[in-house]
């Protein structure tokens, strides 16, 4: 089955705890994204990969980082969480000449940084 | 100012209703256009692509207006489960970024 999956789906940690949200999609895509969603703002991207160790910062991503060293991995990695990072955060995927097309998004991970 | 602009709603119309929805995007580089459906609060899926043609799909229709900058979706004849969170999404070619609006919600009330 074609999917993005990340992992965890719920955490909740603590100020300055580095943490990793992993992402991982089976179907050959070259784009690779990161969002978070929070009331009133809406999906917000944090970075994006058009291909393996080919990274770009979205809207939002100061606070974050990640790593593409497999095309089919595309972990986000907080290194020292704030209570302001606690959101709904989504990874995605499209091919890339559908770049412009379909995202396939992963399940959500619900972070809470006390 | 926000890229995309969404009315948040909600919306709440009965069964059969035709209801619409606009998006305003502020950047005129802006190429590719979508409609996302998310259902309480899971992943976000895409509804249809917008053309500048128009375009339809079954009871929804989408519009892209490049002059006044904005797109629309139409859904006729409600059903109950249309209820959800409508995303407006803009796509910045050069940048290949896209642009979430805040959604629309909405309510198909039996």
């Known amino acids: 089955e074609a999917q993005v999956t990340q992992n965890p789906r719920y955490l909740i940690t603590v100020t300055g705890k580095k943490l990793t949200v992993t992402c991982s999609q089976n179907?050959?895509?070259?784009?690779m994204s990161w969002y978070r969603q929070d009331p009133g703002l809406g999906l917000r991207q944090i970075y994006y990969s058009m291909n393996v160790e080919v990274t770009d910062k979205g809207d939002v991503p100061e606070g974050y980082k990640v790593s593409r060293k497999e095309k089919r991995n595309f972990p986000l990695i907080l290194e020292s969480p704030s209570p302001n990072q606690t959101s709904l955060y989504f990874c995605?995927?499209?091919?890339?000449?559908?770049?412009?097309?379909?995202?396939?998004f992963g399940p959500g991970t619900r972070l809470t940084v006390l | 100012r926000k890229e995309v602009e969404q009315d948040p709603g909600p919306f709440n119309v009965p069964e059969g209703a035709t209801v619409a929805f606009n998006c305003t995007y502020s950047n005129s580089a802006s190429q590719s256009f979508f409609w996302y459906r998310q259902d309480c609060r899971k992943e976000p899926k895409l509804l249809m692509s917008v053309y500048s043609s128009g375009n339809e799909d079954g009871r929804f229709t989408a519009q892209l207006n490049r002059a006044s900058q904005y797109i629309s979706l139409l859904i006729r004849d409600s059903k109950l489960s249309d209820s959800a969170t409508y995303l407006c999404?803009?796509?910045?070619?050069?940048?290949?970024?896209?642009?979430f609006g805040t959604g629309t919600s909405l309510t198909v009330i039996p």
């Open positions: 179907m050959n895509h070259e784009y």
């Open positions: 995605a995927s499209s091919t890339l000449a559908g770049v412009t097309d379909t995202q396939y």
């Open positions: 999404v803009v796509n910045l070619y050069t940048g290949n970024q896209f642009y």
